[in-house]
């Protein structure tokens, strides 16, 4: 609490008494000062209380008015002057000056010396750092003892209630993981896209304004990995021991982090020789298998991520569960190993309610190596069906980059997957060749005027309409397409081949209806 004029002339010990000003005993006192000079206001900061014997006060009315004027206008928190020591009495113009300018104006009476009146002044504020840290060392304790009760929302309850402020847990994506009191507030959203705005993520401690108040935000975690961030809105400005509140706290959350995160890893590296005695095990090993592996409620996503390192590819995989599924019971249920050159993840299928977990995976997984990763993945109904889906999904892993489930995966893009580059091309060039080089040479567009025949089921009249000419008109293009391609349209084998051809060759001027 601060000390102000009216609390020091309370002060039992002292003889001060308020003869003038007294409509300012309620400034605060930063400190006590003695000068007899005349003018000491180059040596003041604002907020002293000046004492004097009255050697510098003036001889003359004017300049003792013009002397109280100048310690109010540097913002003086009052003045002391003692009595039969210099004068025997205060000069009247003195309490006049003072009454006017509201500055506190005291007399210093008996036995009572100008060191007693610094002490008190010091004594106080000693007092206060005191209680002060007391309170810290307080709150850090009671911080210390949540965190072992109740984790990161006791450490935050803790220290909401210690600053008298709202405290916030952002989990490595910038969600929320926790908050102290419960709810939503506006600076979340502002705490939030800072660490967006910035660029690069902040490390360390920043400070945002927030209208009257300060939100702190604190990165979480070991240098160079970045495990959540601690918020803290507060009172402005922000105190020292408030920040170093703030900084305990964060140290409590990055080791309760950090010991699940490594936890969470062990547990994983522990239960992956048991997915892999299921992937490559008989099926008497199955059976066992399964009844000693946790695996999440059926039907199953059976993810794999092809990767260099399998093992640094698992506890990233790992460290992103808890982000990707938002569920700590459910994490622990996923299994995953190392196979090959990649990894193997057994995921509960979402693909009825939202995104599949395993795309999300890849995305975060994608996102904290700085590069596009390819992850393929299938469905199995229970454990029995993992090994057939592993060896699938690791085919889908392969066909290029992005997400790729086979379960999503229609008719075409199967043929389409399993066609060689070079034999595309070829097949290709043997249905359409004739016809492009045709219509390059004449300007006619009968590989367009074919695409718009298959896809209105071979109909001349709809076709017709669709292209916006006469059916004789476009009865004579189909049989100039006919004589060039050497094919008839009559023949369901010729019109899949000329289908599969243009799906192949797609025209970027064509408006009809894909085939895929």
């Given amino acids: 609490m601060t000390l102000t004029v009216r609390g020091l002339v309370a002060h039992d010990d002292l003889e001060v008494r308020a003869v003038a000003g007294t409509s300012g005993l309620d400034n605060p006192i930063r400190w006590a000062h003695v000068t007899e000079l005349a003018d000491p206001v180059r040596w003041l900061r604002g907020g002293e209380l000046v004492l004097t014997v009255g050697l510098g006060l003036g001889a003359t009315p004017a300049e003792q008015r013009a002397y109280v004027a100048r310690l109010s206008a540097a913002g003086c928190a009052g003045l002391g002057v003692a009595v039969d020591t210099w004068l025997s009495e205060l000069p009247p113009a ?169 936890a969470r890893r062990a547990l994983h590296h522990q239960r992956a020789p048991l997915l892999r005695a299921l992937i490559e095990g008989s099926t008497a090993t199955e059976e066992l298998t399964t009844r000693l592996l946790p695996l999440p409620v059926g039907p199953l996503e059976v993810a794999y991520y092809p990767g260099d390192d399998p093992a640094r590819l698992l506890d990233a995989a790992a460290d992103a569960l808890p982000d990707v599924l938002g569920d700590t019971t459910g994490t622990e249920r996923v299994a995953m190993c190392a196979l090959g050159a990649g990894l193997v993840v057994v995921l509960p299928d979402t693909s009825g309610t939202g995104p599949r977990v395993g795309e999300r995976l890849l995305g975060v997984l994608s996102a904290a190596a700085g590069a596009e990763r390819s992850a393929g993945a299938c469905g199995a109904r229970g454990p029995s069906g993992i090994r057939e889906a592993v060896a699938r999904a690791r085919h889908a892993a392969t066909t290029g980059r992005g997400y790729r489930n086979t379960d999503d995966a229609d008719s075409w893009s199967v043929l389409r997957g399993a066609i060689d580059p070079a034999a595309e091309r070829e097949f290709t060039r043997s249905v359409l060749g004739a016809l492009q080089e045709h219509d390059t040479r004449n300007g006619a567009d009968l590989v367009h005027t074919l695409r718009h025949y298959l896809d209105n089921g071979a109909g001349i009249e709809a076709t017709a309409r669709d ?25 369901p084998r010729h019109r899949l081949e000329l289908a599969l051809a243009m799906e192949l060759s797609p025209d970027p001027d064509h408006t009809g209806e894909d085939l895929e």
């Fill in 94 to 262: 003195v309490p006049e000056a003072a009454g006017a300018c509201e500055l506190p104006l005291l007399v210093v009476e008996g036995s009572t010396p100008f060191i007693a009146i610094v002490e008190a002044v010091a004594d106080h504020y000693a007092a206060e750092r005191v209680e002060a840290q007391r309170q810290v060392l307080a709150a850090q304790d009671a911080m210390a003892r949540a965190a072992l009760r109740s984790g990161p929302a006791g450490v935050l309850g803790e220290l909401a209630t210690a600053t008298g402020g709202q405290a916030l847990l952002l989990d490595r994506n910038g969600m929320t993981a926790s908050t102290a009191p419960a709810g939503e507030p506006a600076w979340h959203a502002a705490a939030r896209s800072a660490l967006v705005l910035d660029g690069s993520r902040p490390r360390g401690m920043t400070v945002l304004a927030d209208g009257a108040a300060s939100v702190l935000l604190q990165s979480l975690g070991a240098s160079g990995t970045t495990l959540g961030w601690l918020g803290l809105r507060c009172a402005s400005p922000v105190s020292t021991h408030t920040r170093m509140l703030a900084n305990h706290a964060a140290s409590l959350l990055a080791v309760d982090l950090l010991h699940s995160r490594d």
């Fill in 467 to 491: 292209l916006g000419v006469h059916r004789n008109t476009l009865r004579t293009r189909l049989r100039t397409a006919e004589r060039v391609m050497g094919r008839s349209l009559d023949s």
